[in-house]
């Protein structure tokens, strides 16, 4: 098959559990570019997030930022910009706060932390002690993006929120009131529950980018590990889940590879273009 844009997902697929990429990924990566195929980091983290990872893995494709909500090509002009709506956001965080919880929204510049409950999941000791790396990352994105308390939400357009409630009936009270909303839940299982506007998914935006770019739909590569990219994989051309990605994503998938410890993208992506990377 003649691959003409490869979308890969960050967190578990690319990412390892400390952060870090494997050389074999990032040798997979510039042979795919080597072959012609442009690549497109898809995320649901911040731009600057997004963008970062983007020169580590030197893919020159568009960002696929906040699970789709927002796509930046060259220059960062928008190819999708689809905030959540002040109706849709003001219910969501209306809901959170009934239940005791908290909130945090993104926007494209940075966070804005809200609600009755201070401390999101991912600060609580818990959390830090069992997964450290993870809990570190998410630290510095905090600092790195002007964290800051409010009492509402801010007023610059929010593409995502993290919504949480303390554990038991308030958790699942939270989910079943927002399942209610005009929202989409890209990833409702976790700690946090994330929530974006209707009809925003990384499929639509891939969607978007492949039309961008020129590309057919049956040359789309796309990687992905969670819920939040079922659309993407579902668009794609040959859509592959990681190892031990969730049953939902391997109905979709045309293909199920490695886990990102054992360098699953690497091995898949020298299997689609038909010649071996050097080991790494």
């Known amino acids: 098959m003649h691959v003409g844009l490869i979308a890969v997902d960050l967190d578990g697929t690319v990412l390892r559990g400390n952060g870090a990429i494997s050389l ?34 030197r893919a020159g494709g568009p960002l696929i930022c906040l699970d789709g909500a927002l ?5 960062d002009r928008p ?14 965080v209306a809901v959170t706060e009934e239940v005791g919880g908290g909130w945090i929204a993104l926007t494209r510049n940075g966070r804005v932390h809200g609600g009755p409950s201070r401390r999101p999941p991912q600060a609580s000791l818990g959390q830090v002690l069992r997964y450290p790396g993870r809990s570190l990352r998410f630290f510095r994105s905090v600092w790195r993006e002007d964290h800051r308390r409010s009492a509402r939400p ?18 699942a009270a939270l ?9 989409h839940v890209p990833s409702p299982e976790g700690s946090t529950m994330e929530v974006v506007a209707p009809g925003v998914s990384k499929g639509q935006a891939l969607d978007v980018v492949a039309r961008h770019l020129r590309v057919s739909q049956a040359e789309v590569v796309a990687f992905g590990d969670a819920r939040n990219d079922i659309e993407m994989l579902a668009f794609a051309g040959y859509g592959v889940a990681m190892g031990g990605a969730p049953a939902e994503l391997l ?27 050097p080991a790494g």
Do not use: F, M
Not at 28 to 44: I, M, N
Not at 71 to 75: A, F
């Open 175 to 183: 989910e079943r009131r927002v399942r209610r909303l005009p929202v």
């Open 71 to 75: 796509v930046l090509g060259s220059g």
């Open 79 to 92: 190819l999708v910009d689809r905030p959540l709506q002040a109706p849709e956001l003001a219910a969501a």
């Open 154 to 171: 801010p007023q610059e357009p929010v593409y995502k929120l993290l919504l949480w409630a303390p554990a038991g009936e308030a958790r």
């Open 24 to 57: 074999a990924t990032r040798r997979a990566l510039a042979l795919a570019r080597r072959h012609g195929a442009t690549v497109c980091v898809a995320t649901g983290r911040a731009p600057h997030a997004a963008r970062h990872y983007a020169q580590v893995l």
């Open 251 to 277: 109905a979709v998938a045309n293909a199920q590879t490695e886990t990102v410890q054992k360098d699953g993208l690497a091995r898949e992506i020298r299997r689609i273009l038909g010649r071996y990377a």
